[in-house]
């Protein structure tokens, strides 16, 4: 049965793309069918990311493709073991759609309030919209060194009453240039980043098969 993992935002730069790119490199490194369904069809950032992957004749493919509805895209879900669904910012009437229909939802968000405010704004919409809070896991994106500042932006999430995912992605140039050359933020050239964001990404995956035996639990 295919795993549906919707990743959203209510604002633009919040890494949104890059940590759906992530979870989609990694989840093929390990062998799954793994499709990202791109719903920005006017940036297209991750359709234009596989492009320059594939220029690069990197291992492994991860097939990327736009979708200008999530109905359509969700018509080749069940084609693939995992099914990634970048959405476009803003986008509340399709981010519910991607919520109903996830295992999971993943939602980034930088560590200033001006981030973190409408992060839980926007998980508190989906909550009412009927989505259940074990579906939804929020991401520390673009985070800065510091210990307290990083504390305190868990803290505020998790008071709102929502999972933080385990790892983070910091601030770092080489993320930066990883994802021109068409590579994950897993495929830098330093192992420690690569580490940080192999345990984000995992921490995804645990999230998504938690939500989902929880969601078979209820049934």
């Keep these: ?23 989609g490199r990694e989840m093929a490194a390990g062998g799954l069918r793994v499709k990202i369904a791109d719903l920005d069809i006017q940036q ?24 200008q509805s999530v109905k359509t895209a969700l018509a080749e879900a069940g084609q ?6 970048d959405g476009a910012p803003h986008a509340s009437r399709e981010t519910r759609e991607i919520a109903k229909a996830a295992d999971l939802i993943v ?11 409408p992060t839980v704004l926007l998980a508190h919409d ?11 896991a929020i991401a520390l994106w673009k985070i800065s060194d510091s210990g307290p500042e990083q504390r305190a932006a868990r803290v505020y999430l998790e008071r709102s009453g929502y999972n933080v ?7 770092r140039t080489a993320y930066g240039k990883a994802s021109d ?9 330093f192992r420690t980043l690569n580490r940080r964001a192999e345990e984000l990404a995992q921490s995804i995956v645990d999230a ?10 209820v049934a």
């Design 1 to 23: 049965m295919t795993f549906v993992i919707g990743v959203v935002s209510q604002k633009g730069g919040v890494g949104k793309s890059t940590i759906a790119r992530l979870l």
């Design 80 to 85: 693939f073991d995992v099914f990634i669904i």
């Design 107 to 117: 939602i980034p968000t930088g560590q200033a309030v001006d981030d973190l405010y």
């Design 181 to 189: 050359e068409g590579r994950a933020l897993s495929e830098t050239n």
């Design 208 to 217: 998504a098969a938690a939500a989902r035996e929880k969601e078979r639990a």
């Design 126 to 136: 989906l909550r009412k919209e009927g989505i259940p809070m074990s579906k939804v």
């Design 165 to 171: 995912l385990k790892g983070d992605v910091p601030f």
């Design 44 to 67: 297209a950032t991750s359709y234009h990311w596989a492009k320059r992957r594939a220029e690069a004749k990197l291992e492994p493919e991860v097939r990327i493709e736009t979708f």
